[in-house]
C-alpha cells in the first residue's frame, strides 16, 4: 500500500489537532494548500507565527492584543461605560457582542468555564482578578455573559454566589425562543426559560 510523503503526513496530523477537523478534512485542507501557490502557503505560515509572536493578552480585561500595547482597544476607548461589565468565557465572544454593535460596556475574559470533569477550577480561570477588578472599582451592574449550557450556568452561578457579598447588580443574558422558530420545535428547556423570562407587552 503507497504511502504519503512525510511533509503531507506532517500536514495532515497538523490539521487534525485543529478543534473540529477529522482526518477527511484535514487531508482536504492538506492537499488543498499543496496545489496552491507558494505565496498562499506563506502567508499562512508567517499569519500563524505572527499570531504567537504579535499577540498578548490585555491585563485589565484579559481579552488578546497586540504585543506591546499597555491594553486592548475596548480597555483604552474612553467613551466606554464603565458602569457596565460584561463577563464572557472566551476572546471570541467579545466579538460577537461588539457586532451587534449594542453594547457599550467594558469586558472580562475567563478564559473558559468551571469544568470538574475536565479539572478545570477557579484557579485555572481569570476569576480572582475579576473579583478584584470589581472590589476595587465597582460597577453599577456586571452581566454574566457566559453559554447557556451546563458548565457556562455552573461557572455563573459560582461568580454570583462570589460577588454577591459586594452588593452589587448581577444579571444574567436573557434566553428564549429564537425569533423566526416556531414553538413545536422548541426542546422543554428552552420553553421553560422563555415562559420564565416572559415580558409585558
Known amino acids: 500500500m503507497a504511502s504519503l510523503p512525510e511533509p503531507l503526513q506532517a500536514l495532515i496530523l497538523a490539521f ?47 481579552n488578546y492584543t497586540v504585543v506591546g500595547q499597555a491594553m486592548c482597544e475596548v480597555c483604552a476607548d474612553s467613551r466606554r461605560d464603565d458602569s457596565l461589565l460584561c463577563v464572557v468565557e472566551e476572546p471570541l465572544d467579545v466579538l460577537v457582542l461588539e457586532r451587534t454593535g449594542g453594547y457599550q460596556g467594558r469586558y472580562h475574559v475567563l478564559h473558559g468555564v468551571l469544568s470538574p470533569i475536565e479539572g478545570v477550577g477557579p484557579d485555572q480561570l481569570k476569576i480572582r482578578p475579576l473579583l478584584e477588578r470589581v472590589k476595587a472599582k465597582p460597577p453599577r451592574e456586571i ?52 415562559l420564565a423570562g416572559r415580558q409585558e407587552l
Request: charged fraction near 20%; charge should be positive; include cysteine.
Open 16 to 62: 487534525e489537532r485543529l478543534p473540529g477537523i477529522g482526518p477527511k478534512t484535514a487531508s482536504r485542507l492538506a492537499f488543498y494548500m499543496l496545489r496552491q501557490p507558494e505565496e498562499i502557503s506563506k502567508t499562512l505560515a508567517e499569519a500563524l507565527l505572527a499570531v504567537k509572536t504579535a499577540t498578548a493578552m490585555c491585563p485589565i480585561c484579559f
Open 143 to 194: 452581566i454574566l455573559a457566559t453559554n447557556p449550557s451546563m458548565e457556562g450556568d455552573a461557572t455563573a452561578l459560582y461568580l454570583r454566589q462570589q460577588m454577591a457579598p459586594l452588593g452589587l447588580r448581577i444579571t444574567r443574558l436573557a434566553r428564549g425562543l429564537p425569533v423566526g422558530s416556531d414553538l413545536e420545535y422548541a426542546d422543554q428547556n428552552t420553553l421553560l426559560r422563555a
